[in-house]
């Protein structure tokens, strides 16, 4: 059966209880809020229910049936929602971000044996490929040739799993004139993350699948610009990797020189993300671009900072990141700044190489992910002019929450596509 799924900024009945959010009526519901935010918590509710199939009745705006949408987004139930009529425009825009965030939910959401590194860089680029035939070129390094072409942060990460690392570099080009990118995306794709011998315990390593939400993220964030009409220039960079033990892993106490000559202590295998990161950075910087965003599930120290609600952005320049927050306010998707100086390069000292890729103890120590970002910004080119880099600390939710499902949220990808269409 159909349900009838009706707005109301009256209360509910008296019979429904004091302050009601749902009232039912035969084949029909109720949802007594015009907040999108509350919508959403109600379609989970109606989904705890037992129902999957809706029909948004009445009048219903984009931004309270993209909230419907996202509340009644479950990984096990095929829910069906048939929408209310919209304008063109609008209707346009929310079959696109349906699209985009079925592809990044279920790209997070998908078993690590599938996605090996591989095969995540091939789906990627297999869907940004779709949305525009005739304008995207992509190459995938893969295996030893990594180290071959100085990509060593991804094959050091990768080389314990049998199946090998990978390294995507895409280029969407709506003009064809093979013209410097106006942007350069960067995402984090560690499919699977054991810690290596800075090993997880079990209930840890559990959900780290989703370790690769950064690249679902930035490439979600390249799809939905295209499909708003992106018409400029853009790389993508996705550092895919299994972090596996092994008699072939990489080790603590190794030293990684990168090609820009920044030599790397591994105190800690688990802090992997930021050594693979290393190399799309590298690319993105050499690849012209004014703008530089990249956004990995880098630290649980973020989450620790910011909760599950929010993602935390970091940036030396703070005109790219107040930049970046407005327009993340605009597109109603929480981001909140943590705190980024030059000093924070310096944070992971070592006493062999130019720095350690993290301190040794568990989290990073304090200020984890500020110095995790200072990492990165060894990497970056102009003393980080322009570049954003994102923590997604709410990419993911290992159990359902009110507003969200368990699994990923893709809550990101709105802000970097809008980002892209302003640079």
Known sequence: MTLKIFLSS?????????????????????????DPEIIQVAARRLLTQGL???????????????????????????????????????????????????????????????LAPEVLAQEAAQFIQGLAPDHVSY???????????????????????TRPPALLKLKFDPKGDNAAPVAALVGKGITFDSGGYSI??????????????GAATVTGGLALAILRGLDKPVNLYLCCAENLISGHAYKLGDILTYPNGVTVEIQNTDAEGRVVMADGLLLAG???????????????????????????VFALDNDASEEFLAISK???????????????????????????????????GPGGASNAAGFLSRFVPN????????????????SPT????AGGTGLGFRSIAAKLLKS
């Open 10 to 34: 009256s209360s509910a009945p008296e019979q429904w209880g004091e302050s009601a959010l749902l009232s039912f009526k035969d084949d029909s519901v109720t949802i007594h809020a015009d």
């Open 200 to 213: 997880k315990a079990s209930a840890g390593m559990l959900h780290m699948k989703a370790d690769m939400g």
């Open 286 to 312: 050499q690849s012209g671009a004014k703008t530089i965003i990249d956004a990995a599930t880098l630290t649980g120290a973020a989450v620790t900072a910011v909760g599950g609600d929010y993602n935390a």
């Open 402 to 405: 009110p507003k969200w499902s």
């Open 383 to 398: 003393n980080g002019q322009g570049w954003v880099h994102v923590d997604l600390a709410a990419a993911y939710n290992d």
């Open 139 to 161: 190459d995938i390094i893969a295996g030893e040739d990594l180290e071959k072409q100085g990509h060593i942060g991804t094959w050091e990460v990768g080389r314990g799993s």
């Open 330 to 364: 605009e597109e109603h998707e929480r981001h909140w700044p943590l705190p980024l100086e030059a000093f924070h390069a310096h944070r992971c000292p070592s006493h062999f190489a130019d720095t350690a890729n993290s301190r040794a103890v568990k989290g990073g």
């Open 52 to 114: 999957s199939f809706f029909a948004l009745e009445g009048e219903w705006a984009l931004e309270q049936q993209w909230a419907f949408f996202q509340g009644a987004y479950e990984p096990k139930v095929d829910v069906q929602i048939d929408f209310a009529d919209l304008s063109e425009a609008d209707s346009q825009e929310l079959d696109a971000r349906i699209q985009v965030s079925r592809w990044m939910r279920s790209m997070v959401n998908e078993t690590p044996e599938v």
